[in-house]
């Protein structure tokens, strides 16, 4: 049967309920909103770990500051080397910079490298995060189980939401950890940069909110 006129029209009932659900949400989420395209700016990138030596990591902020990308070139955890070789570890801290009445968290960590693991090994990708001077980290982890010998990219929700303060800029410190199992008896693993950009990549999807 064609329908014709208009759309039923919510009840008053149905709007103050709905009203009331969006008032709700801005309550609890605080106001979706970012800053001005270009206003978020990098003004600081260091680094220390194993995964990273001088020289092997840069980072990056796109211009509408959705996102932050951390590259390696020398993020490689392999069986090939000894025990010290099977975890890698990099602290990279960030000096963001932007505009006072917004805050963020970091939402989504995207990671793409490479991997070659026998059958009964695997690899652990652990990122996590936590700003200077405020309490919280939050993590994401990723397991990938032997045999397996491709690139891969996968994307992972960090398990709490730990938010910069409102109005003062601290540290974002992002922390990275690639981990083999080599089994038992062991086989042979390696999780390290991809093989067509050379390196091993990890963007942050960064949520603003004003506040
Ligand atoms: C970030 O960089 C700016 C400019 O160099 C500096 O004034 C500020 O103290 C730095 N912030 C932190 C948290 O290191």
């Given at each position: 049967m064609a329908q014709r006129g208009f759309p039923p029209v919510p009840s008053v009932a149905t709007m103050a309920a709905l009203l009331l659900l969006a008032f709700l949400t801005l309550a609890i989420h605080g106001q979706a909103a970012s800053p001005d395209?270009?206003?978020?700016?990098?003004?600081g990138f260091t680094y220390a770990g194993d995964g990273c030596p001088p020289g092997s990591a840069e980072g990056a902020v796109s211009d509408d500051g959705q996102a932050i990308t951390v590259m390696f070139s020398k993020y490689t955890a392999s069986?090939?080397?000894?025990?010290?070789?099977?975890r890698k570890k990099c602290a990279v801290t960030v000096n963001l910079s932007y505009p006072p009445g917004f805050r963020f968290h970091l939402g989504t960590v995207t990671m793409r490298g490479y991997a070659k693991l026998d059958a009964g090994t695997s690899g652990t990708a652990q990122t996590s995060y936590y700003i200077s001077g405020t309490t919280g980290t939050a993590k994401a982890n990723r397991v990938i189980a032997g045999s397996f010998d491709d690139n891969y990219e996968f994307t992972d929700q960090f398990g709490v939401l730990v938010y910069s303060e409102c109005n003062v800029v601290r540290d974002l410190n992002l922390v990275s950890e690639v981990r083999l199992k080599p089994g038992n008896p062991a086989k042979s693993a390696q999780m390290t940069v991809d093989s067509q950009d050379l390196k091993l990549t990890q963007e942050f999807a960064i949520i603003w909110e004003s506040c």
């Open positions: 395209v270009g206003t978020i700016k990098i003004l069986t090939d080397a000894g025990l010290d070789g099977l």
